[in-house]
T-cell receptor, first 114, second 112 residues
Framework: KAGVTQTPRYLIKTRGQQVTLSCSPI?????VSWYQQTPGQGLQFLFE???????NKGNFPGRFSGRQFSNSRSEMNVSTLELGDSALYLC?????????????FGPGTRLLVL | DQQVKQNSPSLSVQEGRISILNCDYT??????FLWYKKYPAEGPTFLIS?????DKNEDGRFTVFLNKSAKHLSLHIVPSQPGDSAVYFC???????????FGQGTELSVKP
């Protein structure tokens, strides 16, 4: 069974630009969550999508948005990039909402904002 | 406000000895706790969990202890092996909140 895939793996952008990250969950998984990992803050929850609906949202500004498609693939968008947005962005998929032990993470997209 | 804290950014242990990773939390609503392990260039992988109705859960070399009154949990690895070298994250969850809150991580280094 293929794991969670994220594209691109690495990305360099400049301040003010916008970026779209993609996550393909494990086949059959309907829940996709996004996290931001930075050295000082650890992993911080961004949002969760289940069956194309946002189920939950973390404490991030509106510049961070996401969506989920009918095939469960998810995209995350960050507009008007700031230097502090440089981080590893991880997505995780699970069969259903809050099925934590069966939540599998992708390898992440490392974003550098210059 | 960091609801889940791992105050030790790093820990170094000799192979064969016990590794103890600690985690503190502030929100008494948390009812489920998990530990994840992360190698470089990979996503975190689930290691072990514990429900708030228990105080201990064991899985092979890994044991998680929960002290609800102290709002503290710990992960014990016995015996530690070089392959255990990774970043360990603790995470907490409560149903009403619906989201997993992670600590900052502790980098464990097990030396041969």
């Amino acid at each position: 069974k293929a794991g969670v895939t994220q594209t691109p793996r690495y990305l360099i952008k400049t301040r003010g630009q916008q970026v779209t990250l993609s996550c393909s969950p494990i086949s059959g998984h309907r829940s996709v969550s996004w996290y931001q990992q930075t050295p000082g803050q650890g992993l911080q929850f961004l949002f969760e999508y289940f069956s194309e609906t946002q189920r939950n949202k973390g404490n991030f500004p509106g510049r961070f948005s996401g969506r989920q498609f009918s095939n469960s693939r998810s995209e995350m968008n960050v507009s008007t990039l700031e230097l502090g947005d440089s981080a590893l962005y991880l997505c995780a998929s699970s069969l259903g909402h809050a099925q934590l032990e069966t939540q599998y993470f992708g390898p992440g997209t490392r974003l550098l904002v210059l | 406000d960091q609801q889940v804290k791992q105050n030790s950014p790093s820990l170094s242990v000799q192979e064969g000895r016990i590794s103890i990773l600690n985690c503190d939390y502030t929100n008494s609503m948390f009812d489920y706790f998990l530990w994840y392990k992360k190698y470089p260039a990979e996503g975190p992988t689930f290691l072990i969990s514990i429900s708030s109705i228990k105080d201990k859960n064991e899985d092979g070399r890994f044991t998680v202890f929960l002290n609800k009154s102290a709002k503290h949990l710990s992960l014990h690895i016995v015996p530690s092996q070089p392959g255990d070298s990774a970043v360990y994250f603790c995470a907490a969850f409560y149903n009403q909140g619906g989201k997993l809150i992670f600590g900052q991580g502790t980098e464990l280094s097990v030396k041969p």
